[in-house]
């Protein structure tokens, strides 16, 4: 053997523990890349909210919104009022539990806060009730669908 050259089969043999090598290096990182995304900041889960006030909902404006009496005072402004609503965005305030709704061109909100003081004990379910809803009654269909008791041997 000659000093300084390997033999062919020392060089395939050294290529494929550099290939091995490799393989479970670039295995590792790619594991350790896909673990690393997995982590997710503090405060992030289902339970947790990105700020104060919690979106409700949408809604749009009704006959009652356009007749408020405090928001429609007469205005010589080219203002939005609140006939020019085109939508009512809903939110509630996670600190107070206040649920404000508020026009989306004019601005103008009505709020309320249910927690802002104890419920009375008519208000505490079940609640008591004057007169009782009766339940629907069965369709027709339903009954003709329904399976006929059996017939009596002759």
């Known amino acids: 053997m000659v000093?300084?050259?390997w033999?062919?089969?020392s060089v395939a043999r050294s290529m494929e523990e550099v290939q091995v090598k490799l393989l479970i290096i670039g295995g590792l990182a790619l594991a350790a890349t896909c673990l690393g995304a997995c982590n997710?900041?503090?405060?992030?889960?289902?339970?947790?909210?990105?700020g104060r006030y919690v979106g409700i909902g949408i809604y749009l404006p009704q006959t009652p919104w356009t007749k408020?009496?405090?928001?429609n005072t007469p205005k010589e402004t080219p203002a939005a009022r609140t006939i020019d609503d085109q939508a009512i965005i809903v939110v509630i305030d996670s600190d107070t539990g206040e649920i404000r709704g508020c026009g989306d061109l004019?601005?103008?909100c009505i709020g309320m806060n249910p927690w802002s003081k104890a419920l009375t004990a008519a208000q505490i379910a079940p609640i008591n009730l004057t007169e009782h809803v009766r339940p629907p009654k069965p369709d027709a269909d339903a009954a003709a669908s329904a399976p006929s008791a059996p017939a009596a041997a002759q």
């Open 106 to 108: 004019s601005g103008y």
């Open 40 to 50: 997710k900041p503090a405060g992030s889960g289902p339970g947790s909210h990105h």
């Open 7 to 9: 033999p062919a089969e």
């Open 3 to 5: 000093s300084g050259i």
């Open 68 to 71: 408020m009496v405090a928001a």
